[in-house]
């Protein structure tokens, strides 16, 4: 029998956008990480610095690298370690894309409680993406 | 030799190395690049045994980076989530096209983890170190135990489905390589499966490990789904919650790349091959294995927690 059978189309819909999405944030760390590991890009913190400080809790080592938080690292993508943050930031994203892109089928069908599930999936992904959860300390 | 003897034997010599390579962390000689190397190996071989072991990759890399290696437990359970997310992203296309994993089992558990998920980051960070290295310890002690003596069933009764599971349409027919039978399955206890995915979610972004660990006994043990199903939904319900809480230790900066990226091309290759072995390789082993490891890093985490080897 073939493996399709086994599958509904919103299923296989879901693993050909998660299979494109993990791909392309699997290529974006690979790239980047060379970029930061060779310094092509100068990187905000010295890779030879690191050690001195990577064993401290995280806002001690905000403190004391001037390292971003939230989404400020989009406008610092010059520097070679934050670089990285676009592929860690795609692979954060891809399960969004992936339910935005089976939502119509489910609102198509017309499936509510899927459709519901959803959106509010979606909804939670981004308000944790979006830093509107999580904020304070 | 059979790939789990490889892994068997290559896993607890890794891990045999990061002690001896953290020992020597004080020691200004050690150039910053052994560590990515040294991760990148480590969890290579998990990702191979976190795949086929259906407990995601931040069971195991927490506990055993957070003890073996220098970086700081904020920035290990960042990575954590990370590359469990990963791992879970990376075999999940392989196995929602076989119909091992499925979608509409696992998008109502996963919405109800991923919130509370948050929440368990928020408070992770919150808490003070030991105190988190205690209970992390602990925790991964009595997951170890709980693997052992679970007695989970290839394929369990489920006589009358209950009535939120069939409406939600948890159900679905798989092909049992093993065996070249088609196997149809279905759901009970529905809504305490869904507050039982609520605790999974709060102590998987708490302690960024991922949750596979207590996805496939409930839904295997407590749900009835068949054991294959439930490794490979597990897979992609923890990518959801992985990503809600993964997103709070990423914006609160808990993120070093030089620590999170080899760890996440590791586990991802091991992922690879993990997903490929899954229907071949025989669940005991891989078990006792993967309990072996726990055993060893959660002695290390309580230990550490508690002031007694740092």
Known sequence: ?137 | MRPTRWLSLLLPLALGLAPAAAWAADAPAVPWWVWPLGLFAVTFLLGIVAVLGGVGGGVLFVPIVGGFFPFHLDFVRGAGLLLALSGALSAGPALLRSGLASLRLAMPLALVGSITSIFGAIAGLALPVPVVQTALGFLILAIAVLMWRSTKTDRPEVPVPDRLGAALGMRGCFRDAATREDVDWRVHRTPLGLALFAGIGFMAGMFGLGAGWANVPVLNLVMGVPLRVSVSTSGLVLSVIDTSAAWVYVNRGALLPLLVVPSILGVMLGARIGGRLVQTVRAATIRKVVISLMLVAGARALAKGLGIWS
């Open chain 1, 1 to 137: 029998m073939d493996e399709r059978d086994y599958a509904s189309p919103e299923q296989r819909l879901y693993a050909a956008w998660l299979d494109a999405g993990t791909k392309l944030g699997f290529v974006a760390l690979v790239i980047t990480f060379f970029i930061h590991v060779f310094e092509l890009v100068p990187p905000g913190i010295a890779l030879e610095h690191l050690p001195l400080y990577w064993h401290l809790p995280v806002e001690e080592f905000l403190r004391m690298t001037g390292a971003p938080k939230g989404w400020a690292w989009i406008a610092r993508l010059g520097e070679g370690d934050l670089l990285n943050f676009v592929g860690v930031a795609i692979l954060g994203l891809v399960t969004v894309v992936c339910y935005l892109r089976v939502l119509p089928r489910f609102l198509r069908a017309p499936d509510r409680v899927f459709a519901a599930i959803c959106i509010a999936e979606v909804l939670v992904l981004l308000a944790a993406a979006l830093h509107l959860v999580g904020t304070g300390h």
